[in-house]
């Protein structure tokens, strides 16, 4: 059964950088079928994919038009973990930031982890 | 970029009352759809895939169809626990988009 624990902080100021964690129990960041997302939810943009990251003989990382400009989503293999970095903040990136796995377009978002209230202020 | 188009964008019915929700792709996306049931306060879970399988564990009242651009998800009799907010998803290439969600209650 594959389990994701993101950790991170829930305020960020305006500018700055947000970094969530996401731990992946279960199966590996490395895996050769699977993806690692980070997905947000807010009122205003309801459910916005902003990228992943997967392995298939070497890494890639597809990223959200959104927010390509801003947006880092990296592998660690020897923590079994990905991360997000958002940066230049605004109080529009306030949200629910939560990591998926997803297996290409065999299925999609089977494993969510907990969620992490982001909220951008000063 | 692909839109999903979700109608309605809510509803109230009874226990026990047949409901549907529908979700437009603004382009064929062939079967690559998926259904989500997010219950207040909790992560999205998945229902449905590949337009009509149901997902391990999900109730049989949950059913799907669908394929190119219109789908729907159908709950044969609404119980009180089917108070949500249901997304659909396209994930045929990237961008993954969501629906605009359709939120459910009882009358």
């Known amino acids: 059964q594959v389990q994701l624990q993101q950790s991170g902080p829930g305020l960020v100021k305006p500018s700055q950088t947000l970094s969530l964690t996401c731990d992946i129990s279960g199966d590996s960041v490395s895996s050769s079928s699977a993806a690692w997302n980070w997905v947000r939810q807010s009122p205003s943009r309801g459910l916005e994919w902003l990228g992943r990251?997967?392995?298939?003989?070497?890494?890639?990382?597809d990223y959200a038009v959104s927010v390509k400009s801003r947006i880092s989503i990296n592998p660690d293999t020897s923590k079994n973990q990905f991360s997000l970095q958002l940066n230049s903040v605004t109080p529009e990136d306030t949200g629910v930031y939560y990591c998926?796995?997803?297996?290409?377009?065999?299925?999609?978002?089977?494993?969510w982890g907990q969620g992490t209230v982001v909220t951008v202020s000063s | 970029d692909i839109q999903m188009t979700q109608s309605p964008s809510s509803l109230s019915a009874s226990v026990g009352d047949r409901v549907t929700i529908t979700c437009r792709a603004s382009q064929v996306i062939n079967h690559y759809l998926a259904w989500y049931q997010q219950s207040p306060g909790k992560v999205p879970h998945l229902l449905i895939f590949g337009a009509s399988t149901l997902q391990s564990g999900v109730p049989s009242r949950f059913s799907a169809s669908g394929s190119g651009t219109d789908f729907t998800l159908t709950i044969s009799s609404l119980q009180p626990e089917d108070v949500a907010t249901y997304y659909c998803q396209k994930y045929d290439r990237i961008p993954w988009t969501f629906g605009q969600g359709t939120k459910v209650e009882i009358k």
């Open positions: 998926a796995r997803d297996d290409g377009t065999v299925r999609p978002f089977e494993y």
């Open positions: 990251t997967y392995y298939r003989s070497k890494w890639y990382h």
